[in-house]
């Protein structure tokens, strides 16, 4: 993020904040070419099964997530990171609360 045109250093984790019984999402870069965006999950949320026409790479960056890829359970937790392909079905779910880093590139 930037103020006023100026970059300024941030910690992605304290971007965005839990909220009891829900899922929230912060978008950091929005253009034509693809998206970024930032999400907590309070524990027992997810999202459910969808698919997306492009990749997808999650960062989690604490706690730890479940992501199911075409029925294949993967945990991901805080420091690691999974690639959605596009196309594929998947959700989330949060068995402990969890932030993830969303990157999507359109082209």
């Known amino acids: 993020m930037t103020e006023q045109g100026i970059p300024q250093v941030q910690v992605l984790a304290e971007m965005v904040a839990y909220q009891e019984g829900a899922v ?52 991901v937790g805080a420091g690691e990171m999974i690639i959605m392909p596009a196309n594929d079905p998947h959700a989330l779910e949060a068995p402990v609360s969890f932030k993830m880093l969303l990157v999507m590139i359109r082209s």
Request: zero cysteines; hydrophobic letters at 40%; a negative charge.
């Open 24 to 75: 929230v999402s912060r978008e950091i870069i929005k253009q034509a070419t693809g998206s970024v965006t930032l999400f907590a999950f309070d524990a027992g949320q997810g999202l459910s099964e969808h698919t997306a026409p492009y990749d997808a790479l999650v960062q989690v960056l604490e706690g730890e997530a479940e992501i199911i890829i075409s029925g294949k359970l993967y945990r």
